[in-house]
């Protein structure tokens, strides 16, 4: 059921992205010879108007074939149909042409969003209290009975609401039993409970005094729909920076050190981190396919072939030197990109399995 769920969304994804490349060129009059789910080879397709609707056999990716596209910049006097090519429009329709998807993509990202903020989220400026997320074995926590799921209310007396006061709490009583209050979630309601336990003054590397791992919580905020869209999208253009620094840095990691940070997944990452979502709720899954959708529109705004910022770099550099790239170096480009890509998602699917089987 976790595998149908992943593919489901992931499918879900490439087809609003096809869709949004589908509807800009017909849109501009662009005979579109076929809309393609999954990597070819074809395992069933249905003629509509002048459209192919097909399915393919590899569920990965989709396509959408526009007449004249791959033939732009070759013998045009080839072409069926020049008045419906893609070749044919002016260079801001084809820039539109080519960035509908990723358009589609942050749109669908910011319908999800938006939701997600009517239904509940956390307020970063609300802090409420600590919750415990792991304990190390053998750790005076684990020695004092404190479990994982645990809230922290007070450190010797103290209230306490975030991490760095609970920190400093145990800092102050290194090496002193220490009273702790905590609140136990039992059958559906809180149980208070008051645990004694000793801070280490040397704990060991890797383990704090206490030897727990402690979660911020926040006060959950609702909005109306009305502002909810305006917070989401505030969300979404933060998270997009961010996404695009991560990218960034796993380019050059990789192309200065052959190496990808442990938190970047592929495939096989993803579908484990929809399994975990899956077991947290509804709203967790949305939230992951909302952060996958963004990715993707993000990534494919890089100028790298065969992602459309790289076609749409090839559209922009003709139209501003008055030259097309020549095909020579178009091609080399396309193959050197190819091999950078392939041997990207071959590092990170060899991390995505240590992980799996390190789990």
Known sequence: MDLLIFLVALSILIIVHEVGHFIAARFFGIWVEEFGIG???RLFGKKKGNTIYSINLIPAGGFVKLHGEE????DESKIKKPELAFFSKPWW???????SGVLMNFLLSLIIVTFIFTQGVPDPNQPTNVSVVEVAS?????????????????VDGVETKTIEEVAAEISKNAGEPTQLTILRPTQGTNESISVIATPRVNPPEGEGALGIIQDQNYLMVKYPVTTAWYHGLSAMFELSWLTAK????VFWDFITQFKVSQDVAGPIGMFQYYSNAIKQGVLEVLWLTAMISLSLAIINLFPIPPLDGSRLMFVLVEKFTGKKLKKSWEQNLYKFSFLFLILLFLLISFQDIKRLIGN
Do not use: F, N, Y
Request: aromatic share 0%; hydrophobic share 45%.
């Open 39 to 41: 990597i070819p080879p």
């Open 93 to 99: 329709q084809k820039s539109i042409i080519l960035v």
């Open 246 to 249: 991560a990218i960034v840095g």
């Open 71 to 74: 033939e732009a910049g070759m």
């Open 138 to 154: 053998g750790s005076p926590a684990s020695e004092a009975g404190i479990k994982t799921g645990d809230i922290i209310i007070s």
